[in-house]
């Protein structure tokens, strides 16, 4: 049984920062590429970023580039999502998920789902 549980999200402020983190069970990462999520209230889910397991390559969506960074730990089976410089549009729920296969902005294209971790970032 696969599982993902995200953990990490808080309160904080405009220009702060927080690193959430995503364990995995139930399944290896291996050569598996792993991907981020957020919804805001009201909102769809939209890609954050992606990254692939074997060698690291990581792509980004406009809005977080050079602000928020995905890395992994190979021995703990966790990939991190570190989030830098948050404004108030960055409060979403925070999900993560397991790529199958497709375009990596698409949530269609995972097919495992963390439960969320809620960011909320005051002005």
């Known amino acids: 049984q696969v599982q993902l549980v995200e953990s990490g999200g808080g309160l904080v402020q405009a220009g702060g920062s927080l690193r959430l983190s995503c364990t995995a069970s139930g399944r290896s990462f291996g050569t ?8 805001a209230p ?17 792509a980004y969506t406009d809005s977080v580039k050079g602000r928020f960074t995905i890395s ?5 089976n966790t990939v991190y999502l570190q989030m830098n410089s948050l404004k108030p549009e960055d ?17 269609s294209s995972y097919d495992y789902w963390g439960q969320g971790t809620q960011v909320t970032v005051s002005s």
């Open 72 to 76: 992994k730990d190979n021995a703990k």
């Open 91 to 107: 409060t979403a729920l925070y999900y993560c998920a397991f790529y199958r296969s497709g375009s990596v902005d698409a949530t």
């Open 42 to 58: 009201g909102k769809e889910r939209d890609f954050v970023g992606t990254i692939y397991w074997s060698g690291g390559h990581t």
């Open 32 to 39: 598996y590429r792993m991907g981020w999520f957020r919804q």
